[in-house]
């Protein structure tokens, strides 16, 4: 009997010391599955137990179980049949992926728009697809629309700057059979990007406007959108009588920088504005009365290659070719012709004219 109590316990400490060992190791498997390079400390059993008190070992988070009698080791938590679980780590997963969904998805719907007329429509902030278009064309249009606006509605500039302002190509080359806007290009120095827009759930897309923006347009049914408070979008005209304080503290601020300059004497405005096409009309028919001119002074003298010189005479395109010219220009209320557009149909008679000399020349 006694031999069997001694040998119980040389096969107890033997085992206590094989689960020390084990449990050694600087790298051990975490209960997750990784490693770790830290030793856990329930792999040492508590010095106030003993494992004839019932003290146990936790190995990679099993419970150990000793049965002193037959010094079998068993585990704590062992089960009949299948003790693997697989779907068990999905099922976590597949929860906690469900549970972090629904948060992202009430936050989108957080930020999408609504607008202020229909709270039941939403709108998404986006951009549309208008990139790597030539804006050349545009650009200079709109340069040409700003400058007729300054002319026609001026209130501020001298006459002098507003001849500036006024489309005189530089002077142009009159004796060059050119067209001045009409030449080819194969490079472009502005191209387009893509624009802020909004689309809605109406189906309708939006442009997107700005406070600058409204600030400094005077035309209250400008399309598109602008946010205001509560992620609510308004049209501009709604916007400005939603908040029209903001619009009081951007106007109230200009006139003390406008009034200040005293406006110039005379103050003139220039408008009604000549195209290309009545520029032509015009030469022509200037072209046409000086020849008839020539040709009446000259009676039946005119040899055959007079005659043909003349009947090769041409008007100049490209002096014909404008944009920013004003036929009219109004001073404190007195309307008159515009001494850029007459000055450019004097200089254009004085080319026919030359023309008409070389011919009559050429017999001398």
């Given at each position: ?170 002077e142009p080359t009159i004796d060059m059979e050119v067209c001045l806007y009409g030449t080819f290009s194969t490079s472009c120095t502005h191209v387009s ?172």
């Open positions: 009997m006694n031999i069997r109590k001694h040998w119980k316990k040389v096969l107890l400490s033997s085992t206590a010391f094989f689960w020390a060992s084990c449990g050694g190791d600087s790298e051990s498997v975490s209960a997750a599955g990784g490693t770790t390079n830290e030793a856990p400390a329930t792999l040492i059993p508590d010095s106030n137990s003993t494992i004839d008190d019932g003290g146990m070992v936790a190995l990679y988070g099993v419970q150990a179980v000793i049965d002193l009698d037959s010094g079998a080791i068993s585990s704590s938590d062992s089960c009949d049949g299948d003790c693997t679980d697989p779907a068990s780590s999905e099922d976590a997963a597949v929860s906690s992926s469900s549970e972090s969904a629904e948060p992202s998805s009430s936050q989108s719907s957080d930020k999408k728009f609504r607008l202020a007329s229909d709270t039941s429509i939403t709108c998404v902030h986006t951009l549309d697809d208008d990139g790597g278009r030539c804006l050349d064309a545009e650009d200079h249009q709109a340069n040409v629309n700003w400058k007729k606006k300054q002319l026609a509605e001026n209130q501020t500039r001298t006459l002098k700057e507003l001849r500036d302002l006024e489309d005189e190509d530089n990007t893509p624009s802020p827009i909004y689309k809605c759930s109406d189906g309708n897309i939006y442009s997107y406007n700005t406070l600058h923006s409204l600030q400094n347009d005077d035309d209250p049914n400008k399309g598109g959108l602008i946010e205001g408070d509560g992620r609510l979008l308004y049209t501009p005209k709604d916007y400005r009588e939603k908040y029209p304080e903001k619009f009081l503290s951007s106007s109230s601020a200009e006139p003390n920088s406008s009034n200040s300059v005293p406006p110039p004497s005379p103050l003139c405005q220039k408008d009604d504005f000549a195209t290309t096409p009545e520029m032509e009309k015009i030469f022509n028919e200037d072209m046409q009365a000086l020849l008839d001119s020539t040709k009446n002074a000259a009676g039946g003298n005119l040899s055959e290659s007079d005659s043909s010189c003349l009947s090769h005479i041409r008007i100049s395109s490209s002096y014909a070719s404008v944009e920013v010219l004003p036929k009219k220009q109004i001073c404190n209320g007195d309307t008159t012709v515009n001494p850029t557009f007459q000055e450019r149909i004097e200089v254009h008679k004085e080319f026919i004219l030359k023309q008409i000399k070389d011919c009559l020349d050429k017999e001398n």
